[in-house]
């Protein structure tokens, strides 16, 4: 892709180095990206990107001695943070959810098709979250799975009223992000422009008062959520 901009510039943190080379594959074949660092662990993540200042960091979550998470948040408290992606085989779903909470903009999986990589470098360096349709499928399930048949009623109902707000556009919209669909995906599905999928989205995370997609599949997810049996 020809963009006449400067390359989103990358750092790949895994501590397994076939994944690292192979990432690395991937993002230097594209023009607009290009990796100027590999970490085997955060410590050696943290000196890289103090170093490159680098536009994304492709995390992993499981790594010796420290995880992913906890060098997640050390990267975004520095002075000019990456954007963070996180890398996982889920076997780790929790760890998962903490990585978004700690201010991650996305998450692939390790074995995730090229394009897919590719497409969520680019997304997370516009600033936007890049959540794969079987990674938010996961971590909705996850974030969901506790609780009994009254706990659920309580949540669907709040939930619901929360929805309710929302006008029939912005709520297509919103189940559509619930589906792990990006902005392009979106606006085909619903036949508008990508311009106002976007506008749609800031209004839900105003009228929802929430600050990122995950919570807003979360909240379709709590609201369809028909109960055991039923």
Same mark, same amino acid.
């Given at each position: 892709m020809e963009t006449g901009e400067p390359p989103v510039r990358v750092v790949v943190?895994?501590?397994?180095?076939? *994944?690292?080379?192979?990432?690395? +594959?991937?993002i230097d074949g594209e023009s607009d990206l290009t990796v100027v660092g590999e970490a085997a662990d955060g410590e050696e993540a943290l000196a890289l990107v103090r170093e490159k200042t680098p536009d994304v960091v492709l995390m992993d979550?499981?790594?010796?001695?420290?995880?992913?998470? /906890?060098?997640?948040? !050390?990267?975004?408290?520095?002075?000019? &943070?990456p954007r963070v992606i996180v890398l996982t085989a889920f076997d780790s $779903? %929790?760890?998962?959810l903490d990585a978004l909470r700690?201010?991650? +903009?996305?998450?692939?999986?390790?074995?995730? &098709?090229?394009?897919?990589?590719?497409?969520?470098?680019?997304?997370?360096?516009?600033?936007?979250?890049? +959540?794969s349709p079987q990674a938010t499928a996961r971590l909705i399930a996850a974030a969901t799975?506790?609780?009994?048949?009254?706990?659920?009623? %309580?949540?669907?109902?709040?939930?619901?009223?929360?929805? /309710? %707000? +929302?006008?029939?556009?912005e709520l297509d919209t919103a189940r559509a992000i619930? $589906?792990?669909l990006g902005n392009q995906e979106i606006a085909e599905r619903l036949g508008i422009t990508v311009a106002t999928v976007k506008a749609h989205t800031s209004s839900l995370f105003s009228?929802? !008062?929430?600050?990122?997609?995950?919570? *807003? %599949?979360?909240?379709?997810?709590?609201?369809? $959520? &028909?109960?055991?049996?039923?």
């Amino acid at each position: 892709m020809e963009t006449g901009e400067p390359p989103v510039r990358v750092v790949v943190v895994d501590d397994e180095q076939l *994944i690292r080379m192979a990432v690395r +594959l991937v993002i230097d074949g594209e023009s607009d990206l290009t990796v100027v660092g590999e970490a085997a662990d955060g410590e050696e993540a943290l000196a890289l990107v103090r170093e490159k200042t680098p536009d994304v960091v492709l995390m992993d979550v499981r790594m010796p001695g420290r995880d992913g998470v /906890s060098w997640t948040r !050390e990267l975004l408290a520095l002075d000019r &943070p990456p954007r963070v992606i996180v890398l996982t085989a889920f076997d780790s $779903d %929790a760890l998962v959810l903490d990585a978004l909470r700690a201010g991650a +903009l996305g998450f692939v999986l390790k074995h995730t &098709p090229p394009d897919r990589i590719i497409d969520a470098v680019r997304t997370v360096a516009n600033g936007e979250p890049a +959540l794969s349709p079987q990674a938010t499928a996961r971590l909705i399930a996850a974030a969901t799975a506790a609780g009994g048949p009254v706990v659920r009623g %309580a949540v669907r109902d709040a939930a619901r009223k929360r929805l /309710s %707000a +929302l006008t029939r556009r912005e709520l297509d919209t919103a189940r559509a992000i619930a $589906d792990g669909l990006g902005n392009q995906e979106i606006a085909e599905r619903l036949g508008i422009t990508v311009a106002t999928v976007k506008a749609h989205t800031s209004s839900l995370f105003s009228k929802l !008062e929430v600050d990122n997609r995950v919570r *807003i %599949a979360l909240l379709v997810r709590d609201a369809e $959520d &028909p109960g055991p049996g039923r």
